[in-house]
């Protein structure tokens, strides 16, 4: 038997698991949810007005600058997560924003080197380890002006109070905004999803002594500012981001799905991650398709910096036995974890065997086999010359 939604217990466990990964965050903002990628709201925020979750990924980002005589450090996080509320009918004179909650994942900053990210990441700077979110609250909301409207858009300009957290340092900040409201059409669905959005903008300054960042001696400061800058650009949406649209995924695996993806992206906690997803392989052992997927995210999602091969090799292997190797889709993904291996004998056998079994398959699935074939068989010669 299937359920529409989590069960309880499944809700504590990874509410505990989500509780661990936050632990020190500000109590004030809300904890993640389930899925590890939205915020639970508080009921009063679901009654004062609408409420905006914020998409992470591509758009949505925190830029970190720090500008120094001998390094200017830039870090880009896309894995903000939080809500905004807005009032359900906005009145002339009342401001368009009425709370807000963020939580940003320390793991998820990028510098675009490696040996930064880990000085940026570790113990002597923002120490992911111990503290692994920033959080950020909106307290107050005031000095709201109406600066355009337009096709049904409306723009405001605003002045935002609220309390940072980074590391163990709540920090005010003042923040003047742009806030910018866009109703759904289907011209906006591809860039900003299905919904009504909202676009946040903001800068803001915070001193390097009131985040808990001094520097180790006076000579550091021709490599660390004493002012960290920061530019915020948030796309919001009326529809959750664990918002369920597969009919054939019931909602209680979507967020066991995404929960193992949010501990190994945006937290790169590989041991947390993989502990969950092997606890997730023995529940969905008989589920090829919930294998596949899997598989296919530990190989393919965009962020995961630490891709067990074994752990997608176990999960897709067991999906094409289910299937007696005859699904197109999932000996796909079985080529590919033979591929990213360095198997290339192998992941031609399996890709080729993809071909073979067009039956009922979707003609985007077969092109793709076909595709991917090619590719792999077009390197096999190449590294045979």
């Not at 991650?273 to 008989?286: M, S």
């Amino acid at each position: 038997m299937t359920h529409s939604g989590p069960s309880h217990t499944l809700i504590a466990v990874l509410v505990v698991l989500l509780t661990c990964a936050t632990a020190g965050a500000f109590s004030e903002v809300p904890p993640r949810s389930v899925g590890g990628q939205a915020l639970v709201i508080p009921e009063k925020h679901l009654e004062a007005g609408e409420v905006y979750h914020v998409t992470a990924g591509m758009g949505t980002q925190l830029i970190w600058h720090s500008d120094a005589p001998l390094m200017r450090l830039v870090a880009v996080c896309n894995r903000v997560v939080g809500y905004v509320v807005t009032p359900f009918d906005t009145e002339e004179g009342q401001a368009p924003l009425l709370a807000g909650a963020f939580r940003i994942p320390v793991a998820s900053f990028s510098t675009g080197s490696q040996q930064y990210d880990a000085e940026f990441h570790g113990e002597r700077a923002l120490n992911a380890g111990k503290y692994p979110e920033i959080t950020l609250r909106i307290t107050r909301v005031s000095d709201s002006k109406c600066t355009k409207q337009e096709n049904g858009r409306e723009s405001y300009s605003l002045k935002v109070a609220g309390e940072l957290q980074v590391k163990d340092k709540t920090v005010a900040v003042e923040i003047p905004m742009r806030l910018t409201l866009v109703p759904f059409t289907w011209q906006t669905m591809m860039r900003l999803g299905m919904g009504d959005a909202l676009i946040l903008r903001g800068e803001f300054d915070v001193p390097v002594a009131e985040m808990g960042l001094e520097r180790s001696s006076p000579r550091s400061s021709d490599y660390a500012s004493d002012i960290v800058h920061f530019d915020l650009y948030l796309l919001c949406n009326t529809m959750s981001p664990e918002r369920n649209l597969y009919p054939d995924i019931t909602h209680e695996r979507y967020l066991k799905q995404m929960q193992f993806v949010t501990l190994l992206r945006d937290f790169d906690d590989a041991d947390k991650g993989y502990e969950f997803g092997r606890t997730y392989l023995r529940e969905i052992w008989d589920d090829a398709q919930a294998l596949n997927r899997l598989a296919s995210a530990t190989l393919t999602e965009d962020g995961i910096k630490t891709r067990d091969l074994g752990f997608a090799l176990k999960a897709a292997q067991r999906a094409n036995e289910l299937t007696e190797f005859k699904d197109p889709a999932l000996l796909d993904t079985l080529a590919r974890v033979y591929y990213d291996k360095g198997d290339l004998a192998t992941a031609v056998k399996w890709a080729r065997q993809a071909t073979e079994h067009p039956e009922g398959a979707a003609a985007q699935v077969v092109a793709q086999a076909r595709a991917t074939l090619e590719r792999y068989e077009t390197q096999a010669r190449k590294s045979q010359d």
